[in-house]
């Protein structure tokens, strides 16, 4: 049975790492993302919303009765404990969730050469260690903050490890500071050393 060759991509926020599993996609690879597994969570998990609204209250509600995502993080951004419980929470589900689907996809009459997992505090649990290979998407500091909210950047970052360090533990890395066409061109490349990867 031949295993898609599992690489994990991530970087800081607002790099460009959804972009990059988007361009993965597009070039053939089977994708998921640990957002997106954290959304159905909250959506769809009685478990996950009974933890929360035992240990948040009402107030993380939206009109609807649904779990709110900003009103969660309003709550744990200021609130580094709360946060440590959250992620102690989600982490090992979400980590459950793409490791069943990397097997769903082995056992497919046709696997994928390739699943890309977008991971984005992969280095910072030790998840590492659960894939093949790891891309790394960095971008200038100025060129991130423009992206993504500044708030936000500025209440995460410190918790991520330098864009330096990620990028000399990867198998590859790639500043994002150009065009979309350039990122795909180099997850382009990507994709062809990881599909000889696989065949060997």
Known sequence: MTRPVAVAITGGIGAGKSEALQAFARHGAATISS?????????????VRSALLERFGQEILDEAGNID??????????????????????????????????????????????????????????GDSRFDAVVVITAPEEVRRARAR????????SRLLPDEEKATRADFAYVN????????????????????????
């Open 35 to 47: 957002d997106d597994i954290v959304h159905e969570l909250l959506r769809d998990d009685p478990a």
């Open 69 to 126: 995502r900003a009103a969660i993080s309003r709550v744990v951004f200021e609130d580094r404990e709360s946060l440590a419980w959250l992620e102690a929470l989600l982490h090992p589900l979400v980590v459950a969730h793409y490791l069943g689907w990397r097997e769903r996809l082995a056992d497919l009459p046709e696997p994928p050469a390739v699943s890309a997992t977008e991971v984005p505090l992969l280095y910072e649990v030790g």
């Open 150 to 157: 500044v708030s936000s950047a500025e209440q995460r970052e």
């Open 177 to 200: 500071d150009g065009s979309r066409q350039q990122l795909d061109d180099f997850v382009a490349g990507t994709m062809r050393a990881l599909e000889e990867r696989a065949g060997s």
